[in-house]
């Protein structure tokens, strides 16, 4: 253990007196400890994180929220399978690229670079047809997605079933936590709230998909300052709506647009307005 300690210390110490320049290059480390769990350590220890402001200041990833995919006119929440699958077909037939939250992470925080043309595509609320219409539509063109789950739903009618879940996260999609019964983070006050709505539901999803679950999204896209100090301590990256991401936690406030019922050159359009790309 103190050898370890030692060992990272002499990187960080070496890697200063280079300079600050940001690397993701793997260094040559000897070592006595070569099992893979330490070399993993060393590598992460190797990099240098971006400040907030870095963050706040990198052109930001398009990043589309979906809600319920089905026939009729639902509202703002709601689009036709049609619709969502001429919407992912000009995003693949104009070079658009999926990109997962590790690799947003990745970008944000280590500078690496993304695939040309990135956009994340985002499922909010466990519906049934995230599972049976758009992640097939998605694999078609070789798009993965992410689904974030309120937890309350599981194996219930309309919504997606554990085995579901875990077939997804098995594709490839990552699967992200949306709260227990999508109360807003604003309104947990008490430890017990946070257990009920955060801890307690991430464990149990991470059972289900069998692996970590480090994304969350905001019930109703609403955060304010304490609960993005306090997600932080739980996910890597937090998603609201379009609205101010917080200055000191930008990892906890990533924007995403809603995408409602409309042409596939007007979902475009608006991406385009809104990020820029
Ligand atoms: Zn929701």
Known sequence: MTKKVALISAIILSFTTVGCKQSNQKTAVPTADSSAVAQKEIVVENQIKNTAAQILAKPEVPVLCYHRISEGNKGDYTVSP?????????????????????????????????????????????????????????????????????????????????????????????????????????????????????????KKLEGIVGMPVEYWAYPNGVYNHESAMELSKHFKLSFTLYSKRDSIQPLQTVRRIIIPECTAQGMLKSMRRTFGK
């Open 82 to 202: 049609a619709t969502f699958s001429a919407h992912i077909k000009i995003l693949a037939d104009s070079g658009y690229h999926s990109v997962s939250p590790a690799q947003l992470y990745d970008y944000l925080v280590y500078n690496k670079s993304l695939p040309e043309k990135p956009v994340m595509i985002a499922f909010d609320d466990s519906r049934i047809e995230h599972f049976e219409i758009a992640a097939p539509v998605m694999e078609k063109v070789g798009f993965k997605g992410v689904f974030f789950i309120m937890t309350i739903t599981y194996n219930k009618k309309n919504y997606m079933s554990k085995d579901q879940l875990a077939m997804l996260a098995k594709a490839g999609h990552t699967i992200g936590l949306h709260s227990w019964d999508h109360t807003m983070a604003t309104k947990y006050k008490e430890a017990a709230d946070w257990e009920k709505q955060v801890i307690e539901p991430k």
